[in-house]
């Protein structure tokens, strides 16, 4: 094991911090709800909150297997972007005809969570620094300069490096006002205050393990207690279960991070970053990183690992050969910070689809409302997906119901074992454009033409 993780603590960063909420008593006996919403990370908690807002006399439970944000929610990067659509270039290929508007509500959404944080007091170090898409080689800057949009600024080798110094970057884009950082633990026990504040009632470590019709309206059953609902929205992720359907359609894929210590006023001017923007490269594989409020850098992504047959196990949030890949890239990306140690390593589920863009829908005539798939973008993306749900809970035909990116579904993965071999033979591929230019093989160009295109 190298030196720099030796002493790395096997927890999220983020929820390990001081401030979380006691956790709310798990459910005990027969209770009754308008809406019982499953899951207490972002998507549960924003459609919960929301719900509230439209109708405050709605009676609203969350109910959620752990606490809250202990899953994806409390243990990403931090990057509240305004895309919906898991970035421009994925949304343009898939919804054309409808890419501007996508765009337009995708800025609106961000400047809406902007708005709840502000009106909530949220204490979660938002800020709105944009972010910088590096290229670390030339097929990716050329293709940045082919893809550049307006408000996009394009920066030479020159340019970028005096932003953030890194002698792997050759130049990169600046989206100044698409991003903004966050703390992502900090964000959930936020929104669960302000939806406690408006009436929303929380029961926390209580697994719903059936979903019934239950009359007019459908009973969640845990081990110890049931909720009898008229209506439901499921907010449950890479770990929903019920829901039969869904399971065609997402597969859970672990993402690991490691965290640094806090940089030294030397170590942070050698890299200059004085804008603080989220950073990601622009390879298939790519790496996300960023600054803390105390100028820790949380580094990230890349080996993103599908476990055949879609296995979810908390073993899993640690894997020491992705925490050394990661950590040797980190110093041949920074070799001024050599020295450097990181402090926490860990790694959770995301929910992924076909089309790397959530999807939604209804089940039970109508009576329970999903939003799921949000792969990896959903700090931002799943309060657009709550006003979704709530929408078609509502029944009455919105703007965003009538998009073709709520009406549609992504392409379907096949059946087990067939499915571990398809996503095992893609990440191999990726791997080898990435070392090969960029140029898909076969295999890649075949998925293309299916709508499996995975390119991230």
Known sequence: ??????????????????????????????????????????????????????????????????????????????????????????????????????????????????????????????????????????????????????????????????????????????????????????LVWGLRSACLSLGVRFYEQSPVERLEPHGAGMRLHTWRGRLDAAQVALATGAHGRLLRRLSHFVVPVYDYVLMTEPLSDAQLASLGWRNRQGIGDSANQFHYYRLT????????????????????????????????????HFFQTFPQLEGLRFTHKWGGVIDTCSRFSSFFGTAHGGRVAYAVGYTGLGVGATRFGANV??????????????????????????????????IQLTRWSIAQADRNAGRRNLWLRTLDKVGLGFDS
């Open 293 to 328: 409020a105390d100028n820790r850098i949380l580094w990230g992504g890349y080996d993103a690992v599908y476990y055949n047959g879609g296995r979810i196990d908390p073993a899993q949030d640690q894997r020491e050969a992705t925490f050394e890949l990661l950590a040797d």
């Open 1 to 186: 094991m190298p030196s720099s993780l030796k002493d790395a603590l096997t927890e999220p960063y983020w929820l390990a911090q001081a401030g979380a909420p006691a956790p709310a008593a798990p459910l005990d006996g027969l209770d009754t709800t308008d809406l019982a919403v499953v899951g207490a990370g972002y998507s549960g908690l924003w459609t919960a909150l929301m719900a509230k807002e439209r109708d405050p006399g709605r009676d609203v439970v969350v109910i959620e297997a752990g606490t809250a944000g202990w899953a994806a929610s409390g243990r990403n990067g931090g990057f509240c972007a305004a895309s919906l659509t898991h970035g421009y270039a994925n949304g343009a290929g898939r919804f054309p005809g409808e890419i501007d508007r996508l765009e337009a509500m995708g800025r609106a959404n961000l400047d809406e969570i902007a708005a709840t944080v502000a009106r909530y007091g949220i204490d979660c170090d938002f800020s709105r620094t944009g972010e910088l898409s590096v290229a670390t080689s030339p097929w990716q800057l050329a293709a940045m300069r082919a893809e550049l949009r307006p408000g996009e600024e394009l920066l030479d080798r020159e340019q970028v490096r005096a932003e953030v110094d890194s002698p792997t970057y050759v130049g990169g884009v600046w989206d100044r006002d698409g991003c903004a950082m966050i703390d992502p633990a900090r």
């Open 389 to 422: 749900m709530l929408d078609l809970l509502g029944g009455v035909p919105t703007e965003r119901t009538s998009l073709k990116m709520v009406r549609s579904k992504p392409v379907p993965f096949p059946p087990e074992p067939v499915r571990s071999g398809v």
